[in-house]
Each structure stands twice: as structure tokens, then as C-alpha cells.
């Protein structure tokens, strides 16, 4: 049940400089795609999660699967991509997510 999430991936890339704002902070790839999506396309801001650490493929698939979906025990993903770009992302992101789920220690409040 629920409402799905978009999550918006990637830091940038190696290859050449982020973006910057009017007052010269990099701006990362994922927070542009978060930024697009809601004045855009109307997309409710409480629908996406971000990931702005990673430099490449791999790194997407490691931040998303430890930062959002292993956390809040997502389960079902649906990959957008390029079509040129598609095969290589869906053999890196099956691999990431068939790696045995990494611990999440559980923080409770001791009195």
C-alpha cells in the first residue's frame, strides 16, 4: 500500500562540474530532477526521495538501495532510464539489490 516515491539519484559526475546557483553552491543532479519534478510536472514534494551522493551507476544503485529502500523496506522498483543506457543500469542495479540486505541498527530510547 501507499503512495509510491520517486527517487531522484546522482550527485553529478566525475567527468565534468555540477551546475551552479545564482549564488555559486553546486547544484547536484538529483536535486535538479526533484526541483523539475515538483514546478514542472506538479509532483507533491512529500512523493521524492533524493540521493546527491553518487558520482556514477554503481554509486546510484549502492545510496539508493542503503540510504531509502533497504530503511523503509522498499521492495518494488521501477527503473527510468535512457534506452542507451538501460542495459548497463538494470545489470548494475540487479546486482546491488541481490547482495544479502546490509544491517540497520534499530535505535530505540533507553530510560
Given amino acids: 500500500g501507499g503512495r509510491p516515491k520517486i527517487l531522484v539519484l546522482s550527485g553529478g559526475t566525475p567527468h565534468k562540474p555540477n551546475p551552479l ?3 555559486g553552491f553546486d547544484v547536484k543532479e538529483g536535486e ?12 507533491p514534494p ?7 551522493f ?8 549502492y545510496w539508493a538501495r542503503t540510504v531509502h529502500t533497504d530503511p523503509a523496506n522498499y521492495r518494488h522498483l521501477l527503473v527510468v532510464n ?6 548497463r543500469t538494470m545489470a548494475i542495479f540487479k546486482w546491488v ?8 541498527p534499530v535505535h530505540t530510547q533507553i530510560p
Fill in 21 to 23: 546557483d545564482p549564488h
Fill in 82 to 87: 535512457n534506452k542507451w543506457h538501460m542495459p
Fill in 32 to 43: 535538479c530532477s526533484a526541483k523539475y519534478l515538483i514546478g514542472a510536472l506538479g509532483v
Fill in 97 to 104: 539489490f541481490s547482495l544479502p540486505p546490509l544491517p540497520h
Fill in 46 to 52: 512529500d512523493a521524492i526521495l533524493e540521493e546527491d
Fill in 54 to 61: 553518487s558520482l556514477d551507476t554503481i554509486g546510484n544503485a
